[in-house]
Protein backbone atom coordinates (compact mmCIF):
# COMPACT_ATOMS: atom_id res chain seq x y z
CA UNK A 1 0.00 0.00 0.00
CA UNK A 2 2.96 2.31 1.13
CA UNK A 3 4.62 1.63 -2.36
CA UNK A 4 1.45 2.57 -4.26
CA UNK A 5 0.96 5.75 -2.71
CA UNK A 6 4.64 6.87 -2.78
CA UNK A 7 4.43 5.89 -6.63
CA UNK A 8 1.09 7.93 -6.77
CA UNK A 9 2.61 11.19 -4.93
CA UNK A 10 5.81 11.06 -7.38
CA UNK A 11 3.12 11.19 -10.32
CA UNK A 12 1.62 13.94 -8.89
CA UNK A 13 4.42 16.00 -8.53
CA UNK A 14 5.47 15.47 -11.54
CA UNK A 15 2.53 16.96 -12.98
CA UNK A 16 2.34 19.46 -11.02
CA UNK A 17 6.08 20.37 -12.10
CA UNK A 18 4.81 20.10 -15.71
CA UNK A 19 2.19 21.98 -14.85
CA UNK A 20 3.93 24.79 -12.93
CA UNK A 21 7.03 24.87 -14.16
CA UNK A 22 6.83 26.23 -17.85
CA UNK A 23 4.54 29.01 -19.12
CA UNK A 24 4.90 27.48 -22.91
CA UNK A 25 1.12 25.98 -23.51
CA UNK A 26 1.22 25.72 -26.91
CA UNK A 27 3.64 28.09 -28.03
CA UNK A 28 6.41 26.70 -30.44
CA UNK A 29 9.94 25.82 -29.23
CA UNK A 30 11.25 29.50 -27.75
CA UNK A 31 14.14 30.65 -29.19
CA UNK A 32 15.57 34.15 -29.29
CA UNK A 33 13.69 36.58 -31.52
CA UNK A 34 13.21 40.06 -33.48
CA UNK A 35 10.41 42.27 -34.31
CA UNK A 36 10.91 43.46 -38.01
CA UNK A 37 8.60 46.55 -38.41
CA UNK A 38 10.16 48.30 -42.17
CA UNK A 39 7.85 48.21 -45.20
CA UNK A 40 10.44 46.67 -47.34
CA UNK A 41 12.11 42.93 -45.78
CA UNK A 42 16.01 44.43 -46.76
CA UNK A 43 18.49 43.34 -44.37
CA UNK A 44 21.58 44.80 -44.03
CA UNK A 45 24.95 43.27 -43.33
CA UNK A 46 24.91 44.22 -39.76
CA UNK A 47 21.80 43.04 -39.42
CA UNK A 48 22.12 39.61 -41.04
CA UNK A 49 25.27 39.27 -38.99
CA UNK A 50 23.11 40.12 -35.58
CA UNK A 51 20.85 37.64 -36.47
CA UNK A 52 23.66 34.92 -36.57
CA UNK A 53 25.39 35.73 -33.30
CA UNK A 54 22.77 35.92 -31.24
CA UNK A 55 21.27 32.66 -32.81
CA UNK A 56 18.25 34.48 -33.07
CA UNK A 57 15.53 31.90 -34.49
CA UNK A 58 12.39 33.71 -35.39
CA UNK A 59 11.16 36.95 -36.85
CA UNK A 60 8.05 38.48 -36.68
CA UNK A 61 7.53 39.89 -39.69
CA UNK A 62 4.87 43.14 -39.97
CA UNK A 63 3.20 41.67 -43.01
CA UNK A 64 0.67 44.43 -42.82
CA UNK A 65 -1.75 47.23 -41.47
CA UNK A 66 -5.45 47.37 -40.92
CA UNK A 67 -6.97 50.48 -41.13
CA UNK A 68 -10.15 52.66 -41.54
CA UNK A 69 -10.36 54.00 -45.54
CA UNK A 70 -12.32 57.19 -46.19
CA UNK A 71 -15.76 54.47 -46.57
CA UNK A 72 -15.13 53.78 -42.89
CA UNK A 73 -14.31 50.06 -44.11
CA UNK A 74 -11.25 47.91 -42.92
CA UNK A 75 -8.61 47.88 -45.56
CA UNK A 76 -4.71 46.60 -45.34
CA UNK A 77 -2.35 49.34 -45.63
CA UNK A 78 1.28 49.83 -45.89
CA UNK A 79 2.23 46.40 -46.92
CA UNK A 80 5.44 45.20 -46.57
CA UNK A 81 7.70 44.43 -49.58
CA UNK A 82 10.54 42.09 -49.90
CA UNK A 83 14.27 42.81 -51.25
CA UNK A 84 16.17 40.54 -49.39
CA UNK A 85 15.99 36.71 -49.46
CA UNK A 86 15.06 35.08 -45.82
CA UNK A 87 17.82 34.19 -43.71
CA UNK A 88 18.52 30.35 -43.28
CA UNK A 89 17.05 28.40 -40.24
CA UNK A 90 14.94 31.57 -38.97
CA UNK A 91 10.96 30.88 -38.27
CA UNK A 92 9.47 33.82 -40.11
CA UNK A 93 6.15 34.59 -38.09
CA UNK A 94 3.51 37.00 -39.90
CA UNK A 95 2.72 40.14 -38.19
CA UNK A 96 -0.52 42.12 -38.91
CA UNK A 97 -1.70 45.53 -37.05
CA UNK A 98 -4.67 46.37 -36.71
CA UNK A 99 -5.75 50.29 -35.37
CA UNK A 100 -8.24 49.98 -32.25
CA UNK A 101 -10.80 52.24 -34.05
CA UNK A 102 -11.24 49.02 -36.79
CA UNK A 103 -13.06 47.36 -33.96
CA UNK A 104 -15.32 50.36 -32.92
CA UNK A 105 -18.01 49.14 -35.96
CA UNK A 106 -18.05 45.27 -37.33
CA UNK A 107 -16.75 44.49 -40.41
CA UNK A 108 -18.20 41.52 -41.83
CA UNK A 109 -15.56 38.41 -42.92
CA UNK A 110 -13.01 40.22 -41.77
CA UNK A 111 -11.46 37.57 -40.36
CA UNK A 112 -11.57 35.18 -43.84
CA UNK A 113 -10.01 38.04 -45.61
CA UNK A 114 -7.49 38.24 -43.22
CA UNK A 115 -6.41 34.95 -43.04
CA UNK A 116 -6.43 34.80 -47.37
CA UNK A 117 -4.14 37.28 -47.49
CA UNK A 118 -1.54 36.08 -44.92
CA UNK A 119 -1.69 32.79 -46.84
CA UNK A 120 -1.59 34.55 -50.15
CA UNK A 121 1.50 36.45 -48.98
CA UNK A 122 3.17 33.29 -47.71
CA UNK A 123 2.65 31.68 -50.99
CA UNK A 124 3.40 34.44 -53.35
CA UNK A 125 6.81 35.15 -51.57
CA UNK A 126 7.38 31.79 -50.64
CA UNK A 127 7.54 32.20 -47.19
CA UNK A 128 7.11 28.37 -46.02
CA UNK A 129 6.91 26.57 -42.57
CA UNK A 130 4.69 28.91 -41.19
CA UNK A 131 3.34 27.78 -38.10
CA UNK A 132 2.57 31.26 -36.54
CA UNK A 133 0.44 34.44 -36.85
CA UNK A 134 0.81 37.42 -34.73
CA UNK A 135 -1.63 40.21 -34.13
CA UNK A 136 -1.06 43.32 -33.07
CA UNK A 137 -3.72 45.41 -31.55
CA UNK A 138 -4.45 48.05 -28.49
CA UNK A 139 -7.75 47.09 -27.89
CA UNK A 140 -9.62 48.69 -24.71
CA UNK A 141 -12.45 48.37 -23.12
CA UNK A 142 -14.55 49.36 -25.48
CA UNK A 143 -13.16 47.24 -28.28
CA UNK A 144 -12.37 44.24 -26.30
CA UNK A 145 -14.94 42.07 -27.44
CA UNK A 146 -15.12 42.56 -30.45
CA UNK A 147 -11.55 42.12 -30.96
CA UNK A 148 -11.89 39.02 -29.03
CA UNK A 149 -14.40 37.61 -31.48
CA UNK A 150 -12.12 38.39 -33.94
CA UNK A 151 -9.06 36.44 -32.53
CA UNK A 152 -11.25 33.55 -31.73
CA UNK A 153 -12.38 33.99 -35.52
CA UNK A 154 -8.50 34.02 -36.81
CA UNK A 155 -7.64 31.45 -34.73
CA UNK A 156 -10.28 28.77 -35.79
CA UNK A 157 -9.39 29.61 -39.17
CA UNK A 158 -5.61 29.53 -38.88
CA UNK A 159 -5.83 25.62 -37.21
CA UNK A 160 -7.31 24.31 -40.47
CA UNK A 161 -3.73 25.17 -41.24
CA UNK A 162 -1.89 23.86 -38.10
CA UNK A 163 -1.18 27.47 -37.47
CA UNK A 164 -1.14 28.85 -34.14
CA UNK A 165 -2.48 32.62 -33.10
CA UNK A 166 -0.73 34.88 -30.64
CA UNK A 167 -1.83 38.32 -29.88
CA UNK A 168 0.89 41.07 -28.17
CA UNK A 169 -0.34 42.16 -25.01
CA UNK A 170 -0.09 46.00 -23.51
CA UNK A 171 0.85 46.24 -20.11
CA UNK A 172 -3.05 48.08 -18.99
CA UNK A 173 -4.37 44.73 -20.59
CA UNK A 174 -2.70 42.70 -18.05
CA UNK A 175 -5.82 44.10 -15.86
CA UNK A 176 -8.44 42.44 -18.69
CA UNK A 177 -9.28 39.40 -19.31
CA UNK A 178 -6.59 37.41 -21.41
CA UNK A 179 -7.40 37.20 -24.86
CA UNK A 180 -8.35 33.90 -27.08
CA UNK A 181 -5.31 33.29 -28.57
CA UNK A 182 -2.37 30.51 -27.89
CA UNK A 183 0.03 32.79 -26.18
CA UNK A 184 1.02 36.23 -25.77
CA UNK A 185 3.93 38.55 -26.38
CA UNK A 186 4.05 40.99 -23.40
CA UNK A 187 5.15 44.35 -25.15
CA UNK A 188 7.94 45.86 -22.24
CA UNK A 189 7.90 48.90 -23.80
CA UNK A 190 6.22 52.72 -24.96
CA UNK A 191 5.53 52.01 -21.02
CA UNK A 192 5.45 55.58 -20.38
CA UNK A 193 3.49 58.94 -21.69
CA UNK A 194 5.72 60.34 -24.70
CA UNK A 195 3.91 63.58 -24.33
CA UNK A 196 4.78 64.67 -20.97
CA UNK A 197 9.13 66.28 -20.19
CA UNK A 198 8.37 64.36 -16.64
CA UNK A 199 12.27 63.33 -16.50
CA UNK A 200 10.23 59.45 -17.36
CA UNK A 201 11.92 57.99 -19.94
CA UNK A 202 8.49 56.85 -22.29
CA UNK A 203 10.32 53.82 -24.03
CA UNK A 204 10.81 51.81 -20.50
CA UNK A 205 11.07 52.71 -16.91
CA UNK A 206 10.45 50.38 -14.29
CA UNK A 207 8.18 53.15 -12.06
CA UNK A 208 5.82 52.61 -14.91
CA UNK A 209 5.39 48.93 -14.86
CA UNK A 210 5.38 48.36 -11.22
CA UNK A 211 1.43 48.65 -10.91
CA UNK A 212 0.81 46.16 -13.21
CA UNK A 213 3.22 43.32 -11.52
CA UNK A 214 0.45 41.95 -9.48
CA UNK A 215 -1.40 41.17 -12.58
CA UNK A 216 1.10 39.64 -14.45
CA UNK A 217 1.40 36.81 -12.23
CA UNK A 218 -2.22 36.31 -12.55
CA UNK A 219 -2.15 36.68 -16.04
CA UNK A 220 -4.07 33.50 -17.24
CA UNK A 221 -2.38 33.39 -20.86
CA UNK A 222 1.28 31.83 -21.54
CA UNK A 223 3.97 34.61 -22.35
CA UNK A 224 7.27 36.02 -23.75
CA UNK A 225 8.50 39.10 -23.00
CA UNK A 226 9.54 41.74 -25.83
CA UNK A 227 12.16 44.66 -25.00
CA UNK A 228 13.01 47.88 -26.25
CA UNK A 229 15.80 48.35 -28.69
CA UNK A 230 15.45 52.42 -30.13
CA UNK A 231 15.60 55.92 -29.13
CA UNK A 232 13.18 58.78 -29.31
CA UNK A 233 13.62 62.18 -29.81
CA UNK A 234 10.78 64.42 -28.65
CA UNK A 235 10.23 67.72 -30.19
CA UNK A 236 8.86 70.02 -27.55
CA UNK A 237 7.34 73.26 -28.20
CA UNK A 238 5.61 76.70 -25.98
CA UNK A 239 1.82 73.97 -26.24
CA UNK A 240 3.72 70.62 -25.39
CA UNK A 241 4.80 67.48 -27.65
CA UNK A 242 5.24 68.51 -31.41
CA UNK A 243 6.16 65.49 -32.53
CA UNK A 244 9.06 62.13 -32.89
CA UNK A 245 12.07 62.99 -34.91
CA UNK A 246 13.67 60.47 -36.41
CA UNK A 247 16.57 60.21 -39.02
CA UNK A 248 19.64 62.59 -39.03
CA UNK A 249 17.79 66.08 -38.27
CA UNK A 250 20.01 66.30 -34.74
CA UNK A 251 23.18 66.67 -36.76
CA UNK A 252 22.14 69.68 -38.19
CA UNK A 253 23.99 72.67 -36.11
CA UNK A 254 21.98 74.96 -37.71
CA UNK A 255 19.18 73.88 -36.31
CA UNK A 256 19.41 72.22 -32.98
CA UNK A 257 22.28 72.60 -30.30
CA UNK A 258 23.26 70.21 -27.87
CA UNK A 259 22.12 71.73 -24.26
CA UNK A 260 22.97 68.13 -22.16
CA UNK A 261 23.62 64.77 -23.27
CA UNK A 262 20.30 64.14 -24.03
CA UNK A 263 18.65 67.52 -25.26
CA UNK A 264 18.77 69.80 -27.75
CA UNK A 265 17.46 73.30 -27.89
CA UNK A 266 16.73 74.82 -31.98
CA UNK A 267 18.70 77.98 -32.27
CA UNK A 268 16.67 78.65 -35.22
CA UNK A 269 13.62 77.64 -37.29
CA UNK A 270 12.49 75.47 -39.28
CA UNK A 271 10.34 72.74 -41.55
CA UNK A 272 11.18 69.07 -41.63
CA UNK A 273 9.70 66.25 -42.90
CA UNK A 274 9.95 63.31 -40.69
CA UNK A 275 9.52 59.30 -41.34
CA UNK A 276 5.78 57.82 -39.56
CA UNK A 277 5.72 54.24 -39.62
CA UNK A 278 4.16 52.66 -42.63
CA UNK A 279 6.30 54.73 -44.83
CA UNK A 280 4.33 57.99 -44.28
CA UNK A 281 5.44 61.25 -43.40
CA UNK A 282 4.58 64.15 -41.34
CA UNK A 283 6.12 67.65 -41.84
CA UNK A 284 7.00 69.29 -38.34
CA UNK A 285 7.87 73.00 -37.93
CA UNK A 286 10.67 73.64 -35.42
CA UNK A 287 10.93 77.01 -33.53
CA UNK A 288 13.09 78.95 -31.93
CA UNK A 289 13.29 77.65 -28.01
CA UNK A 290 11.66 74.90 -29.23
CA UNK A 291 13.38 71.75 -27.20
CA UNK A 292 14.56 67.94 -28.16
CA UNK A 293 14.45 65.28 -25.62
CA UNK A 294 16.02 61.88 -26.37
CA UNK A 295 15.13 58.74 -24.71
CA UNK A 296 17.05 55.63 -25.28
CA UNK A 297 16.28 51.87 -24.27
CA UNK A 298 18.80 52.13 -21.38
CA UNK A 299 20.45 49.20 -20.81
CA UNK A 300 20.56 49.11 -16.82
CA UNK A 301 16.28 49.50 -17.03
CA UNK A 302 15.94 46.56 -19.14
CA UNK A 303 17.86 44.57 -16.76
CA UNK A 304 16.14 46.14 -13.71
CA UNK A 305 13.39 45.55 -15.15
CA UNK A 306 13.80 42.04 -16.40
CA UNK A 307 14.59 41.25 -12.69
CA UNK A 308 11.69 42.56 -11.68
CA UNK A 309 9.23 40.47 -14.36
CA UNK A 310 10.65 37.49 -13.51
CA UNK A 311 9.69 37.85 -9.65
CA UNK A 312 6.48 37.42 -10.96
CA UNK A 313 6.85 35.12 -13.28
CA UNK A 314 9.46 33.31 -13.88
CA UNK A 315 9.24 31.85 -17.44
CA UNK A 316 8.28 34.55 -19.20
CA UNK A 317 11.56 35.02 -20.17
CA UNK A 318 11.84 31.35 -21.84
CA UNK A 319 11.86 33.62 -25.03
CA UNK A 320 12.81 37.14 -25.06
CA UNK A 321 11.84 39.21 -28.67
CA UNK A 322 13.78 42.29 -29.41
CA UNK A 323 12.03 45.21 -31.21
CA UNK A 324 13.12 46.21 -34.21
CA UNK A 325 16.00 44.71 -35.81
CA UNK A 326 17.84 47.73 -37.42
CA UNK A 327 21.45 48.96 -38.35
CA UNK A 328 21.31 52.07 -36.48
CA UNK A 329 20.14 50.11 -33.21
CA UNK A 330 22.63 47.41 -33.63
CA UNK A 331 25.85 49.76 -33.80
CA UNK A 332 24.33 51.92 -30.65
CA UNK A 333 24.82 48.76 -28.01
CA UNK A 334 27.63 46.15 -27.39
CA UNK A 335 26.62 42.36 -28.74
CA UNK A 336 27.45 41.23 -24.92
CA UNK A 337 24.44 44.05 -23.80
CA UNK A 338 22.03 41.86 -26.42
CA UNK A 339 22.76 38.54 -24.92
CA UNK A 340 21.98 39.47 -21.44
CA UNK A 341 18.76 40.99 -22.87
CA UNK A 342 18.14 37.70 -25.03
CA UNK A 343 19.08 35.50 -21.79
CA UNK A 344 18.66 37.41 -18.44
Not at 159 to 166: D, E, G, M, Q, T
Not at 174 to 199: E, F, H, W
Not at 250 to 257: E, G, N, R, S
Not at 305 to 311: G, I, S
Amino acid sequence: MFRKCSVLIILLAGLLLISCGSDAGNRPDPKPSVYFWRTNFALSKEETAFLKQHHVGRIYLRYFDVVLNEENEATPNATITFSSPFPENVEIVPTVFIMENVLHAPHDELAERLVKRILQMNETHSVSNVREVQLDCDWTERSRTACYALFEKVRELLKAHNILLSATIRLHQLRMPPPPVDYGALMVYNTGAANKANGRNPIIDLRDIEPFLPALKKYDLPLCAAYPDFEWRRLFGAKGLKGILYGDEMVDTLVFQPRTPSSYVAISSRHLTTSLAGGNHADLYVAIGDSVLVSRSDQKTIEAVQQALAKHRLSIHEQVIIYPLAKENILRRKSSEYEKIFNP
